[in-house]
């Protein structure tokens, strides 16, 4: 079995920070990348950023010089530290990993259970 635990989720004024931690755990065998998706009430799911485990990152436009995406490879950990927030961050955001599992022949993706971010004064 594996599992993504996600934490960092909350409440926060314009302006302010945050930083979401998602960590993989159970039989996993490799990780090829782990991201952050966020889903707006009434939106569809959109990637906010991407890292792969050889630190290739990708962002979406409406974070870049904002957020940074970083991963602790011995852990199977990624971050999502999150700057100068605004109210249209306001999302459940959700950890997706795609990792090879033991006793598997294919990468598969997997995703945590989400975390509510609030951006509002």
């Known amino acids: 079995q594996v599992q993504l635990v996600e934490s960092g989720g909350g409440l926060v004024q314009p302006g302010g920070s945050l930083r979401l931690s998602c960590a993989a755990s159970g039989s996993i065998f490799s990780i090829s990348a782990m991201g952050w998706y966020r889903q707006a009430p009434g939106k569809e799911r959109e990637l906010v950023a991407a890292i792969t485990w050889g630190g290739g990152t990708n962002y979406a436009d409406s974070v870049k010089g904002r957020f940074t995406i970083s991963r602790d490879n011995a852990k199977n950990t990624v971050y999502l530290q999150m700057n100068s927030l605004k109210p249209e961050d306001t999302a459940i955001y959700y950890c997706?990993?795609?990792?090879?599992?033991?006793?598997?022949?294919?990468?598969?993706?997997?995703w945590g259970q989400g975390t509510q971010v609030a951006v509002s004064s």
């Open positions: 997706n990993a795609d990792l090879l599992p033991y006793a598997s022949s294919r990468y598969r993706d997997y």
